[in-house]
């Protein structure tokens, strides 16, 4: 089964990132709209691997016809949203099975 992910927002903590953050000049490459299509709970050529890290059981499950995650949590039962683990700029993807 295809499950589609969607990047759909990115957040940025200036704050924490000047407190806590050593300098990087480059940290992400993903961009708002981009999409990936997992076949069989794979993961996508080009997803960052931290990104997956954070979504990879839910993309699984879906990926199975498993669904309703927390039991009505999302208005689509087949469907999560799921934020990457960087504190400083995580982004939210959605994920959601095809047909």
């Known amino acids: 089964m295809k499950v ?3 990047a759909v927002r990115q957040t940025v ?3 924490l990132m000047e407190q806590y953050e050593n300098p990087i000049e480059h940290a992400c490459d ?4 981009q999409q ?3 076949i069989d709970g794979k993961c996508p050529e080009g ?3 931290a990104a997956w890290y954070s979504m990879r059981e839910y993309v699984e499950s879906l990926a199975k ?4 995650f927390y039991d009505g949590w999302m208005k689509n039962p087949m ?6 683990n960087d504190g400083f700029r995580p982004f939210s993807f959605y994920i959601e099975s095809l047909p």
């Open 4 to 6: 589609q992910i969607t």
């Open 36 to 38: 990936w299509i997992s």
């Open 47 to 49: 997803l960052c691997p």
């Open 30 to 33: 993903i961009r708002e709209g």
């Open 65 to 68: 016809g498993e669904g309703n």
């Open 79 to 84: 469907s999560a949203m799921i934020s990457c």
């Open 13 to 15: 903590y200036e704050d």
